[in-house]
């Protein structure tokens, strides 16, 4: 990250969800919060095998990958936490917007229907 981390508009942001209490850390703490959570933020310098774990946990919801480990610990307190995430609320959608470039995954939405099969040519035509 650059040396001018600090006039970064999100981290204010940071620390107001800090004190509100809306962050959950490790993944571990994120699968068990699913209904909770309303993205999830993880580091650059995150083990790949992990990056793809937390893709696959979290298909469902925005995922954005920003920030080092050493970030995550001066802005969050948090030493060696790699994956946080945020719970559902407006401070955290002002989070993920400012976020949002940044997002690795397209989210999965489960209460859209996939769209129909094209009709076999022996088929009926609709009227």
């Known amino acids: 990250m650059s040396d001018d981390l600090s006039s970064d508009p999100v981290e204010p942001m940071f620390e107001q969800a800090l004190q509100a209490k809306l962050l959950l850390i490790g993944r571990e703490s994120l699968l068990r919060s699913k209904s909770h959570l309303h993205f999830v933020l993880i580091t650059t310098d995150i083990i790949a095998n992990h990056r793809e774990e937390v893709l696959k946990n979290f298909m469902h919801y925005p995922v954005v990958q920003h920030y080092t480990a050493a970030d995550f610990d001066r ?16 401070l955290a959608k002002s989070i993920y917007a400012a976020l949002k470039p940044y997002r690795i995954n397209e989210p999965l939405h489960p209460s859209k229907k996939p769209e129909a099969p094209p009709a076999s040519p022996s088929a009926p035509a609709a009227a």
Do not use: L
């Open 75 to 90: 802005m969050f307190k948090m030493k060696g936490a790699k994956a946080v995430g945020f719970a559902k609320s407006g």
